[in-house]
């Protein structure tokens, strides 16, 4: 089965930084988008940033650009999403998921809008992790 299991989350103040891992089973990236998504409670799921792991392309969502990054180690089969200067705002529970589309229809799509309708995702969305920002 396919599974990508976000983990890392927890509680910090604002200002501060966590690192989130996503790592992938059952399938191994083969040129597919990582993606990393959250949802905070009374919306939609939103996509933060995704990466190509087949050139390493990255693209953010405008609210998160310059303070999250996202990374991935491919023999490792796990994508990361560095967050720093985190604001409570962020607060959300965060997954990822791998799409056949490319990053330029991903960022198009889904990266300046909310909700993620239509994307068809490898697997099903797991439990993700929770991130919470004291202020």
């Known amino acids: 089965d396919v599974q990508l299991q976000a983990s890392g989350g927890g509680l910090v103040q604002a200002g501060g930084s966590l690192r989130l891992s996503c790592a992938a089973s059952?399938?191994?990236?083969?040129?597919?988008?990582i993606g990393w998504f959250r949802r905070a409670p009374g919306k939609e799921r939103e996509a933060v940033a995704c990466?190509?792991?087949?050139?390493?392309?990255?693209y953010y969502r405008d609210s998160v650009r310059g303070r999250f990054t996202i990374s991935s180690d491919n023999a490792k089969n796990t994508v990361y999403l560095q967050l720093n200067s985190l604001k409570p705002e962020d607060t959300a529970v965060y997954y990822c998921?791998?799409?056949?589309?490319?990053?330029?229809?991903?960022?198009?799509?889904?990266?300046?809008?909310?909700?993620?309708?239509?994307?068809?995702?490898?697997?099903?969305w797991g439990p993700g992790t929770q991130v919470t920002v004291s202020s």
């Open positions: 998921a791998a799409s056949r589309i490319s990053t330029s229809e991903f960022r198009g799509r889904y990266l300046n809008t909310v909700g993620v309708t239509g994307l068809r995702i490898l697997g099903s």
């Open positions: 059952g399938f191994t990236f083969d040129g597919d988008t």
């Open positions: 990466i190509s792991s087949s050139d390493g392309t990255t």
